[in-house]
């Protein structure tokens, strides 16, 4: 989230590995959202984000941040951002930030009969994928993959301040992690390809990513090769702390 400034509003991202060939989605709008915070009234916070996958991204190339300002209110502030790279955009988001006001505070609970992180294993594989092992991570549900599927229990193994920015951006990052899987055709026929194609978080409450969370989530729909679904990140205490909703591209094997 360290990025070097280029101009006003224009960015680049810290070279990082990821795993594969392509750039790991969730690290791009991570890094996306912090650039648009930069330029953002710190007491305005993240609401929400709206972001599509255009193209798939090279880890070992710089990734260009441009802002643009689309609003700034009182109540609302509005960014759009678009990743590059050898001047061709590969990512786009536009970003909704709120100031806090009074008002209701309900949401829907967790999953029923979900057991707590102190009763499940930690997930090895993760600290075998080179940008995973910020993350403790506990399945719900024993698998053979290799990653952890949704639900898992996830928390961020070092202590970071208090910045709902940052926490924001853990957020973004930790978010593109296994929803993908889960809108994938519901039955067994072969993969041959599964691409991100859109990705929206709805910020509710504040992130405590040194705290344990539950991730889970579920498919909607599955049509044309495209599947949907949404999900959720979960305080252990049964808040919801965000919404994620993502869309995918499914192809059988050529």
């Known amino acids: 989230m360290d990025l070097r ?18 750039m790991y989605g969730g690290l791009v709008a991570a890094q996306s959202m912090a650039a648009a915070c930069r330029t953002v009234r710190p007491e305005h916070r993240p609401q929400s984000l709206h972001a599509y996958f255009i ?9 260009v941040l441009d802002v643009e300002r689309t609003r700034d ?4 502030t509005t960014r759009r951002v678009v990743a590059s790279q050898s001047g061709a955009a590969i990512f786009e988001m536009s970003a909704s930030f709120h100031r806090d006001e009074e008002g209701t505070d309900w949401s829907t609970p967790m999953p029923d009969g979900v057991s707590q992180p102190e009763e499940l294993r930690d997930f090895v594989g993760a600290t075998e994928r080179p ?14 993959l290799p990653f952890a599927t949704l639900p898992y229990w996830v928390r961020l193994i070092d202590t970071v301040p208090e910045d709902p920015a940052l926490t924001s951006c853990i957020l973004t990052y930790l978010s593109d992690m296994g929803v993908l899987a889960e809108a994938r055709p519901p039955d067994d026929e072969p993969i041959g390809s599964a691409t991100s194609l859109d990705h929206a978080i709805w910020f509710h409450r504040p992130y405590r990513p040194h705290e344990w969370h539950l991730f889970s989530a579920a498919s909607r729909s599955n049509r044309g090769g495209r599947g949907l679904a949404v999900g959720g990140l979960h305080h252990r205490d049964g808040s919801l702390v965000a919404t994620i909703v993502q869309e995918g591209l499914f192809r059988p094997p050529r």
């Open 55 to 63: 193209l798939a991204g090279d880890p070992e190339q710089p990734l």
């Open 5 to 22: 400034q280029l101009g006003v509003d224009s960015f680049v991202a810290p070279m990082t590995t990821s795993w594969g060939p392509r």
């Open 73 to 76: 209110g009182r109540s609302f």
């Open 131 to 144: 940008s995973v092992p910020h993350f403790e991570m506990r399945p719900v549900n024993e698998s053979n």
